[in-house]
């Protein structure tokens, strides 16, 4: 996927701090495919919204957006929201502060039911939902106000932000012995660098070393020489971009790394060849490619392949990844569960308040049973509300991701641990 993907506002100081306070207790908006189709209900027509840059010289979601519109299409199919057959508008925030409020104002006064999938990293979106009551079913938690993870109506199934404390298991499991990190010079990369610490702690295998470079660096042969001198053989990676493609390559065959799914992007690793094959990545869902295990994988995928063929290109199979388009995807599964369980009139409201009584919600194992009622105990973070991910590995030959084992692990359960 392209650039980064759900890792939040992680700003935070030292180990025992974090976890003693952890674990105490509108521009170029339109319709979307596969609105009011099929055999949709005979309700009133209901609007959900997603906000997310295409289009724009920066980074882009058309993927969500095609995975919105699947999703759509077959909710209309099955009868709708509540017997109500939902209209989705796609509101392109542009990678602008002023145009994402505007997507958020939009979303207000066209009375949508949510916001199921939404990406932006300017902030100042939430707010304005949170004063409407409309719930933000999905977001990608990047907001530079850290809104998203913090609002009482903002709902985060992808638990990236959790990725270094779940790293070091992965690493472990493909092969790993001793750990180390490798993070900026910077305060705001604390936490990230904190969990990795947590990561290893909790499995036995203390993280060193802990490097730090400069934002600025460009030559990474001194770190890459440093970190090997160590002896460790598996490194959790705290940057970003050009830095984290740097650490992949320059430590080829020598030393496991490991990252957040949809922050590295495919086509670039391709170039690496070989060199790349012993990264993996800690990632929310299954990959794409397990429908046989994963039945809800599967009729995702059929969803995708019919608003194909229905002439969408956002949903061509070369966009979609196990990240951003299953997020989507899974966000609109939400908003008709718990909306079919709405008594009364199908409002933003009476959903909000739907969503708060909701536990054990069922998603089809590709995430774990959701209790919308109980916050994380993390300060900043607490509404990320699945906290498992699983691993993957980079597999050169055929140019992507492929499933690192069965197991699941538990981020929250992990930080747990290592404070125990």
Known sequence: MRGRWALGRLAGAGLAA??????????????????????AGKGAPVKLMIIAPVGTAGTN????????????????????????????????????????????????????????????????????????????????GVSADGSELSSPISYVISPLTFYPAVCPSL?????????????????????????????????GHPVDPKL????????????????????????????????????????????????????????FLATLGPAADKLVVATPFPELGQTAEFPEVA???????????????????????????????LSVQIAEKVGNQVSGDLTSKNLLAQLNRTRHL?????????DLTTPTPIPGAERIFNTTMRGARWDSASKSFVPLGTQAYNGLDILRRAAS
């Not at 750990?179 to 702690?201: H, N, P, Q």
């Not at 998603?363 to 959701?370: A, R, S």
């Open 18 to 39: 974090v976890l003693a306070v952890t674990l105490a207790g509108c521009g170029g908006s339109g319709s979307g495919g596969g609105q009011a189709s099929g055999t």
């Open 61 to 140: 979601y058309p993927e969500m957006v095609g995975a919105t519109r699947a999703a759509v299409r077959a909710v209309n199919a099955r009868g709708g929201i509540g017997g109500h057959p939902v209209v989705l508008e796609h509101c392109n925030e542009r990678n602008d502060a002023a145009t994402a409020k505007k997507c958020a104002q939009q979303a207000v006064d066209d009375h949508v039911l949510a916001v199921v999938g939404e990406v932006s990293g300017s902030g100042g979106i939430m707010p304005i939902l949170q004063n409407a009551g409309i719930p933000s079913i999905g977001s990608a």
């Open 171 to 203: 690493l472990v499991k493909a092969g790993a012995s001793k750990i180390g990190v490798v993070g900026y010079d910077l305060s705001a990369s604390d936490r990230l660098i904190t969990m990795a610490e947590a990561g290893g702690k909790a499995i």
């Open 212 to 267: 730090r470079v400069p934002i600025t660096t460009s030559d990474f042969t001194p770190t890459v020489s440093q970190f090997t001198r160590s002896g460790a053989d598996g490194a959790v990676l705290v940057v970003f971009d050009q830095a984290a493609y740097a650490m992949i390559s320059k430590t080829g065959q020598q030393v496991r790394t490991c990252h957040a799914a949809g922050t590295l992007s495919p086509t």
């Open 299 to 329: 009729r995702m995928v059929r969803e995708l392949d019919a608003e194909q063929a229905a002439g969408d290109a956002d949903a061509a199979p070369a966009l979609r990844t196990s990240t951003s388009t299953t997020n989507a995807w």
């Open 362 to 370: 069922d998603l089809g194992t590709i995430v774990p049973p959701l």
